[in-house]
């Protein structure tokens, strides 16, 4: 079965510092990989998705991330964070068949400092 | 358009009490899901339906049933609630195909149960 590790619970980084979130997934066949972001008391939102081609990707909000099969990582960036960016960050992998169902990985909270 | 709506947003219930979670979505998306949420385990599926009339299982769906009558609304039930219920209940909507992996969620709904 298909499982997705961010090793890091917290991460508090000072507005315009960069910004790497670490996501490692295990897979069997190539994985289709995500990102999702959950602002305070609100529901998921896609950032960006991986499914072939191309390993690094652009998403929304000004975020990228880099897939790097030999290391089974799938980590986000940012160059420049924003105090808007606190959340919590999200990475999943998605099962191949039926449902398209997900697998989500415990999570990241960012916290950004002025 | 609306997008995912969930009713209620907060509920406190008893042990033993039952209760509904209603879940609609305007996009006419074919795929619906339930996740849970609890603190250090990220979102974990219930249980999802790929099409009006169908329900299957997901990770954690012990306790809880779900009905999808009709394509724009899924409703989950807890027929006799225990305290380890107590969570933060997310619905997500996709279309179907390939696309489906980007899902729709909800505000949440924030479950309490004494």
Not at chain 1, 86 to 101: D, L, N, P, R
Request: aromatic share 12%; hydrophobic share 30%.
């Amino acid at each position: 079965a298909q499982s997705v590790t961010q090793p890091d619970i917290h991460i508090t980084v000072s507005e315009g510092a960069s910004l790497e979130l670490r996501c490692n997934y295990s897979y069997g066949a190539t994985p289709y990989l995500f990102w999702y972001v959950q602002s305070p008391g609100q529901g998921l939102q896609l950032l960006l998705k991986y499914f072939s081609g191309d390993t690094l990707v652009q998403g929304i909000k000004g975020f990228e991330a880099e897939f790097k099969r030999s290391q089974s990582s799938f980590n986000l960036r940012k160059p420049s964070v924003h105090w808007s960016d606190a959340a919590e960050y999200f990475c999943a992998v998605g099962e191949t068949g039926t449902a398209s169902k997900l697998t989500f990985g415990t999570g990241t909270r960012l916290q950004v400092t002025l | 358009n609306a997008g995912v709506t969930q009713t209620p947003k907060f509920r406190v219930l008893k042990t033993g009490q039952s209760m509904t979670l209603l879940c609609a979505q305007d996009m006419n998306h074919e795929y619906m899901y339930w996740y849970r949420q609890d603190p250090g385990m990220g979102l974990r599926l219930i249980h999802y339906s790929v099409g009006e009339g169908t329900t299957a299982k997901g990770e954690v769906p012990d306790g809880y049933n779900v009905s999808r009558l009709k394509k724009q609304n899924f409703l989950l039930g807890l027929e006799s609630a225990a305290p380890s219920q107590t969570s933060v209940y997310f619905c997500a909507s996709s279309e179907a195909g390939f696309s489906s992996y980007e899902q729709y969620f909800g505000p949440g709904t924030r479950l309490t149960v004494t």
